[in-house]
């Protein structure tokens, strides 16, 4: 199948490469259905991009790479809906806020999306701690 998308041409992809949100994302609850797909010529980044909305495509970052010692826990009833039977199964991506300043750019580690990469069912988690921010910056000055 063929996607022309708004920003990023046109992307192939087969019906196993769905990855469907039964309850949307925050934003665009009505959109269920969304593909990924690295980001042109970077290696960091990915596109979340919706199937039925050709203008719509989340900018996405491996959190793990911003902060190695990010954690929380998945509730039950998110393991449950996202039919998870093993931690392999589980891809943990985080939103990107672009900015045509890199040192302005930042990750949402606060709602990182889920998702079964077996089952190709995701959802975003909204964490119930403060503990990590809704703009953490993805490049840190250096201090030297």
């Known amino acids: 199948m063929e996607l022309v998308t708004k920003c990023h041409g ?6 196993e490469d769905v990855i469907v949100f039964k309850k949307g ?3 665009f609850k009505e959109l269920k259905k ?6 042109e010529g ?10 039925e909305d050709t203008g719509v495509g989340l900018v996405l970052v491996y959190p793990f790479t911003i902060l190695a010692a990010y954690e929380f826990k998945i509730p039950d009833t998110y393991i449950k809906e996202l039919q998870i039977t093993r931690p ?5 991506l985080t939103t990107v806020t672009i ?3 890199i040192e302005n750019m930042t990750t949402n580690l606060k709602a990182p999306i889920i998702i079964n990469i077996k089952e190709k069912l ?23």
């Open 122 to 144: 995701g959802e975003q988690l909204i964490l119930d701690n403060d503990k990590y921010k809704i703009k953490e910056p993805l490049f840190k000055a250096s201090n030297n």
């Open 88 to 92: 392999e199964q589980v891809l943990v």
């Open 10 to 15: 046109v992307r192939e992809y087969n019906a």
């Open 42 to 51: 970077n290696e960091v980044f990915s596109i979340l991009h919706s199937i």
């Open 25 to 27: 994302l925050p934003g």
């Open 99 to 101: 900015d045509s300043n």
């Open 34 to 39: 969304f593909i990924i797909f690295p980001l």
